[in-house]
C-alpha cells in the first residue's frame, strides 16, 4: 500500500468516508471527517479515484468520538461509529439535499428540507441475520469479506445478544446462521439455518423468550438469508409485533421496518402529509402488510393498497381485520398496471408510495401524471433513485414541496425519506 504526504478533507460522505484531493485526483478516505488533516495510505486505485484508508490523524474533528464498538474496524458494518449522533444527524440531511441538487436538478428554494429525524443509535434492530462458525459462534461477513465474530452487537437489543449467546443454540449440528425477530414485547422468533434435522426442547428456548422456532434448510446456492425451505418446529407460527397502534403478525419471511421506533413517526408523518378527509380516497402503492394505508385510514374514507406478492395481500387483509379497520382493501398486482384500468384508483386524492430501493417503474409514474392525483408521499430508502424519479414527476407538471429524511439505520450510511410532491396549479 502506498503511503501519501499528510492530506485534508474537504468533505466527507454519509458512508463515513472523507473526500481528499491528492496529486489531482479525487480520495475517499475510510473513517476520515471534513476539516480533518491525517496520513493515508492508498487500498484501492480506479481511473478516476482512489479509495484509502487513514493510518495517522493530525488534526481532528470536533465531531469525532471514539467508536464504542469493540469491533468498529474489522466488522463495517457501523460505518458512522466514529461521528457524534448530531454529526451524523446533519450527513445524511446533506446526503438527501446533494441527490436532489445533483440528480434531480432542484434548487433550495424550490422546496423545504427539515432536519433529519433521530432517535437511539443503539439496540434498534428489531430483525438481525448473522452467520455462525463452530468455535467463534455468531457474526457478520466482516469488512474484508471473511468472517467477523461478534460476541455483543451494539445494534441489537439485549433479548437478541442474550439469545445469541445461548449454549443449546449453539451446539444445533451443522449449524451455518440464524435470523432472529423480536417484538416490542421481547419475545422472538428464531430460524436456526441448517441442513440436519435438529431437536430443541422448548424449555431449552423459552427462558430467552423465544415463542416461535424454524429450520431453514437453504438452498445450495442462496441469494437471500430466507432462501430455502422453511420447516415450523414448535411455537406460533408468527411473531405479533405492534407499532403505530396496530398490531400485525409476521411470518419468517415478511417484510417490516428495522426500526420500530422511527417507523412509527415515519408512518404518521407520511399519514398527515397526505391531508386526507373523511370521503377521501387514498391508493397505497406498494403496501407490503399495509402499516402506511393503515395509519392513514384513520383519517381517510376509503384507502386501497395494493401489492405484488399476494401472501403480503392475504396477511394485510388479516391485519386489516384484527386491527378492526374496515375502510381499508386490498388488490394483488402491480399498481402501473392496475391505476391505470380501474376508475376508483383513479379517483385517488392522494397515493403513497414506498418502493424498494431501484425506485419506481416509470410505468408507475407515468400512470400517477394521466390520472392526475392531487397529493404524492413518496417513501425512499435511497436519495438517489427518489431524486430520478421526482425530476420525472416534476417535468411533468408536479411540484416538490417538503423532504424529511430519516434515521432509520443508525451509524450506518443509510438515509429514508418522506417526501410531499402536489400536483401544480
Known amino acids: 500500500m ?13 458512508d463515513g468516508e472523507g473526500v481528499v484531493r491528492s496529486e489531482g485526483k479525487t480520495v475517499f478516505v475510510r473513517g476520515m471527517m471534513r476539516g480533518e488533516t491525517g496520513e493515508i495510505e492508498i487500498t484501492q486505485e480506479e481511473k478516476r479515484f482512489s479509495r484509502a484508508r487513514l493510518s495517522s490523524l493530525t488534526v481532528a474533528s470536533p465531531e469525532r468520538i471514539r467508536p464504542e464498538c469493540p ?17 451524523e444527524l446533519t450527513l445524511k440531511k446533506e446526503r438527501v439535499r446533494d441527490a436532489l441538487e ?3 436538478g432542484f434548487s433550495e428554494e424550490e422546496y423545504a428540507l427539515s432536519d433529519t429525524v433521530g432517535g437511539k443509535r443503539t439496540g434498534y434492530r428489531n430483525k438481525a441475520e448473522l452467520r455462525f462458525r463452530p468455535g467463534p459462534g455468531f457474526g457478520y461477513v466482516g469488512r474484508d469479506g471473511g468472517f467477523c465474530p461478534v460476541e455483543d452487537c451494539l445494534l441489537l437489543p439485549k433479548e437478541m445478544n442474550r439469545l445469541l449467546s445461548s449454549k443449546a443454540v449453539k451446539s444445533v449440528p451443522g449449524l451455518s446462521g440464524c435470523v432472529i425477530r423480536t417484538n416490542r414485547k421481547g419475545e422472538s422468533m428464531l430460524i436456526l439455518e441448517t441442513r440436519e434435522e435438529i431437536s430443541l426442547p422448548p424449555d431449552l428456548l423459552r427462558e430467552y423468550g423465544v415463542t416461535s422456532l424454524w429450520r431453514l434448510a437453504p438452498k445450495e446456492k442462496p441469494v437471500h438469508a430466507l432462501d430455502g425451505e422453511l420447516i415450523h418446529l414448535w411455537g406460533e407460527s408468527f411473531l405479533t409485533e405492534e407499532i403505530a397502534g396496530l398490531s400485525f403478525r409476521l411470518s419468517p419471511r415478511s417484510f417490516f421496518q428495522i426500526n420500530r421506533e422511527i417507523a412509527e413517526k415515519l408512518y404518521r408523518h407520511a399519514s398527515m402529509l397526505a391531508g386526507l378527509r373523511e370521503k377521501d380516497l387514498a391508493v397505497d402503492a406498494y403496501s407490503g402488510v399495509g402499516a402506511i394505508g393503515m395509519t392513514a385510514a384513520k383519517s381517510a374514507g376509503e384507502v386501497v393498497g395494493v401489492e405484488v406478492i399476494p401472501e403480503a395481500v392475504k396477511n394485510a387483509e388479516e391485519a386489516a381485520e384484527r386491527n378492526g379497520i374496515g375502510n381499508i382493501s386490498f388488490l394483488a398486482g402491480r399498481c402501473e398496471e ?17 418502493p424498494p430501493r431501484k425506485g419506481c417503474d416509470r410505468r408507475m409514474l407515468e400512470a400517477i401524471v394521466r390520472a392526475g392525483i392531487e397529493r404524492i408521499v413518496y417513501v425512499s430508502c435511497d436519495p438517489a433513485t427518489l431524486a430520478r424519479d421526482l425530476r420525472i414527476l416534476k417535468e411533468s407538471g408536479y411540484r416538490l414541496t417538503s423532504v424529511t429524511p430519516y434515521n432509520m439505520f443508525p451509524m450506518t450510511g443509510h438515509v429514508e425519506s418522506v417526501t410531499l410532491i402536489t400536483r401544480a396549479g
Open 102 to 104: 445533483r440528480i434531480g
Open 338 to 354: 392496475l391505476l391505470p384500468r380501474d376508475s376508483r384508483l383513479r379517483r385517488a386524492k392522494a397515493i403513497f408510495l414506498d
Open 2 to 14: 502506498e503511503k501519501k504526504a499528510p492530506v485534508f478533507a474537504v468533505n466527507e460522505t454519509a
Open 71 to 87: 469491533y468498529y474496524e474489522s466488522c463495517g458494518g457501523c460505518s458512522l461509529g466514529h461521528v457524534t449522533a448530531a454529526h
